[in-house]
């Protein structure tokens, strides 16, 4: 249990949490998890996975045709993905051999990867972007297609996945041999596979994001481990284009701020704006309800195809500044008024980004003032709508907006005494 004890010392963050909450007299939260010690990840990650795009049909060129969309085509800001902040292009299930080799070594299928992972990583880098792969814990993956999992193999593979040159690993909880399902046991066998990610990169010297895939199986709390183990943990089963699914996993997601921080995210899966399913309200409120619960921004729609309207949600930079903000707080719901919530990040800076999250079936006006977002008494407040790219002023200090059914209103607010 190595990884266990190589902890931060967390509450540099906690501390800083606690002196903010006093000053400002609100939003008290604490940061209770002891992130991994590995120095990565310190804030959400920002990429591309291409299960919600293309499922098992992953192969070498969609994942070179995408990392050459990041990194070339410009957005009507005048930015590329990349330049946002998009950075790693992660390949999810299905890029395997049904078996391993003779040296029971994991195989890309030649077919799908004819550069195996390892050319492939190669090109990723050759553009200044990261190449993430995708593995299971159990006997095998989670496609029905049956590619091998990484138990009892973790240090090998982990070895490999370095010397491939990846650099962000999604480890599923898929096929559990027996036994293995239990508190216990799953601990373990990610422990192994973070343990030998850790001696891997000693030997290697590469750096790898470890993602945990256990989404709360068996009725094991995934959050009350996975920060010590792993960068971001799933903490709902797979997001769906569709609005109950998308609401269920916000749902879920809400009342884990506390176990966010630097490193450490809480991970309520990847995104699905772009994708049929979602009207442009719903889809804007994913975009939204992730940055203001500092989670993975993980495009999961094919980019080559997109709309301008979809890449000018997942290009909003004002958006993005708020889960990339460096303080890495999670955003904490301090109203729900029978689905008329209003949820408040704290910001680097002083400035708190407010969501105004309609969650009914009809259009509301949804309230909120200064002390229950977290702001003293100023004598004005700068709202910025970042959906809207308008500023107002103004000397009140409360507000109200009007949120379409589904949607969300993200203002960010600056009070006039901050810096
Ligand atoms: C699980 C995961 C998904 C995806 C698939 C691949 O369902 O939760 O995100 O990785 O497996 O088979």
Known sequence: MKALTNRLPARAL???AVVA???TGVVAHESTADALANGLALTPPMGFNDWNAVGCGVSEAFI??????IHGHVLSDGKTLQQSGYEYVNIDDCWAQPSRDSHGNLVPNPAKFPDGIAGTAAYVHSLGLKLGLYNDSGLKTCSSHGFPGSFQHEAQDALEFAQWGVDYLKDDNCNQAAGQGTRAATIQRYTAMSNGLAAARSKTGQAIVFSICQ???NGINTEDWSPQVGNLWRTTGDVKPNWARLDSNIDKNIPLAKYAGPGAWNDPDMLEVGNAGLSATEAQTQFSMWAEMAAPLLIGTKLASATTQTLD???NTEVIAVDQDPLGVQGVQISDKGGLRVLAKRLSGGDVAVAFFNETGASAPISTSASAVGLGAASSYTLRDLWAHKTTNTTSSSWTVTVPSHG?????????SAS
Request: glycine share 8%; no cysteine; proline share 4%.
């Open 21 to 23: 909450a006093a000053v």
């Open 215 to 217: 989404k709360g199986d």
């Open 14 to 16: 906690t501390a800083f």
């Open 408 to 416: 969300t209103v993200l203002l960010r607010i600056h009070p006039a």
């Open 313 to 315: 949600v997942l290009g």
């Open 64 to 69: 070179k045709q995408t990392a050459d969309f």
